[in-house]
Every structure is written in structure tokens, then in C-alpha cells.
């Protein structure tokens, strides 16, 4: 259980839950979405990275399938070459979700499903060892000791993993989502989500308490590894290497197979159950959700086969 909660936090940039972080001087959620690169913000040089990129088609529709990292720094050059190339030839785009622009939106979205209505505290879940390295995290990045005592545990769990990568430059504003968003704006195309930000806050909010705390004391154990792990990722994800991503990241989920069923296989089998009913109209679509749904055994692109659907690897 403790192997898997620290993967998920290694790896929320690449599975599904990157959206939520409470950043530094703000009060609300604030989107996350993946970023990586390898260059200084402060610099002009960039390296090439060529992430993995998928293709389902029959004879009048085309989806494109491109796996994401949620949290990226400046300098790494990846919106080029197939992945433009089929991005502008979309009609429209698909994200997991798509974030409200108004961050009070977002909280209206996240808070009722945040705060704890029991009247628990974080410190009444935690033993006095726990509730001292959990303090001295939040201190750590910036925020109130006691800021979160009232939320849910994975509320605080979410937020310490997000908010140490700003620190060692990763920059949510170049997160894939968020750039593919800009883009999709300026091309005037049509932006729609697989889940809404409540069904995906959910699937955290419904995990049982045990499991929450766990999330949560295994982040702030952890939190010095979460860059290192990330770095690794992404960088297996820039060259392109799913099957390298999935064993990096998924490898310890056998250990706790319900939480895997909940959090990716039944996302990934429902997500080709919307890709099969788009395939019946006419147009060109690109899809983007985190690279860890496009990696390893369970992908969706396993569904789609079990669909009569074939994901064919762009090679560039």
C-alpha cells in the first residue's frame, strides 16, 4: 500500500490528478496540468523531445491519441513535428477535463469535496510523529501549518505533491494541457473534456479514509523523491518510451488492484467506450490525457482493441 501511494504521487503528473494544487498566494485550486523540460526559463535554449502519439482511423474519422504530462519546465520542445502536424489537422481537441478559467468556479467545484463535513481535523487522523514531519512539509513549501486542518486528507496529500516541483522548475503554465488549451484557443477549435473536474476530483474524495491518510503520510516521507521519480518519467516520456513509463510507474500497482481498477483501467475502459461512439461521426480529432492511460497493460488502447478499434504508433 505504502509502494503504491508513493508512486501516485510521484506520478499524478502522468496519471490523471495534476489538476489540483494550491499554489503559493492563492486560496482556490489552480490547474496544474503536465509540464516538463530539461532548459532554465531564464534561457532561449531548447531540447528536442518527441513524445509518444497514436492514431485510430476509419474511412471519414481520424483520432489522434497523445499522451500528456501534467507538470513540465520551460525549454522542452515538443509541440513540433507529428504531434503539430496532427494537432492541425483536428477539428477539435479532448482533454481529461477542461478547467475553468474562473478560479472561483474551480473552488466551488473542489471545496465542498475538500473540506471535511465529519468535523475530523488533520491532526486528529495523525499520531504526533506524523502530524510533525506532516507540518514541517507545509511549512516547508510555503504554507500555513495548519492551513488544511479542516480538509480531507487527500486535499493536503494533492497539494504537497504539486507544490515542491515549482521549486525545482517545474512551471505549471507550460503544462501539455495547458499549452494544447492556448493552442486550441487561438485555432478557434472546439475544446471538450472525457470527465468533468467534479467526476475527477471524486475519485480521490471517494477513497476511504484509511486509504487517504496513508496517501497523505506517504507524500510528506517522500516529498524529497517526487522530483527525482518525475525527472525520470519525463524524461522517458520526452523520448517517446511508454513501455519504459509503464514500468517506471505502474509496477507497483499489482499490490493494490482496486485502487488501480478505480483510478485508471475503469477510466481507460470508459474513455474507449467515448472514443468508439465518436468513431461513428465523420472528423478529425485529437485527444490528449495523461501518458500514464496510454502505457502498460489496461492502456486504452487495449480497451479500444477489445473494441474492434486499432491505436496504430506514429512513427516520426
Known sequence: MKKWFKTLAATCAVIPFAQCAVLPGSNVASAAEPVVAVA??????????????????????????????????????????????????????MLEIVMPEDQAAVAKTMMP?????????????LTADELKAYQAAMVSVGVPANAFDSFEPWFPAMTLSVLPLTKLGYDPEQGAEKLLTSFAKADSKPIAGLETLEEQLGFFDKLPET????????????????????????????????????????????????????LLYDRNARWADQIKTRMEQPGTVFIAVGAGHLAGDKSVQDYLKARGLTATRVQY
Open 40 to 93: 532554465s526559463a531564464t534561457t532561449t535554449t531548447t531540447t528536442d523531445a518527441d513524445p509518444a502519439l497514436w492514431v485510430v482511423k476509419d474511412a471519414d474519422t481520424t483520432i489522434y491519441l497523445f499522451g500528456t504530462v501534467h507538470v513540465l519546465k520551460p525549454g522542452l520542445s515538443w509541440f513540433d513535428e507529428a504531434v503539430k502536424t496532427a494537432f492541425d489537422k483536428s477539428d477539435e481537441m
Open 113 to 125: 469535496l475538500a473540506m471535511d463535513t465529519t468535523g475530523k481535523t488533520i491532526p486528529s487522523r
Open 211 to 262: 486509504q487517504q491518510v496513508a496517501f497523505l503520510n506517504s507524500v510528506v516521507k517522500d516529498m524529497d523523491k517526487l522530483g527525482p521519480m518525475l525527472d525520470k518519467m519525463v524524461a522517458l516520456w520526452a523520448k517517446g518510451d511508454p513501455d519504459g513509463l509503464a514500468v517506471a510507474m505502474n509496477e507497483s500497482m499489482a499490490a493494490t488492484p482496486e485502487l488501480a481498477q478505480m
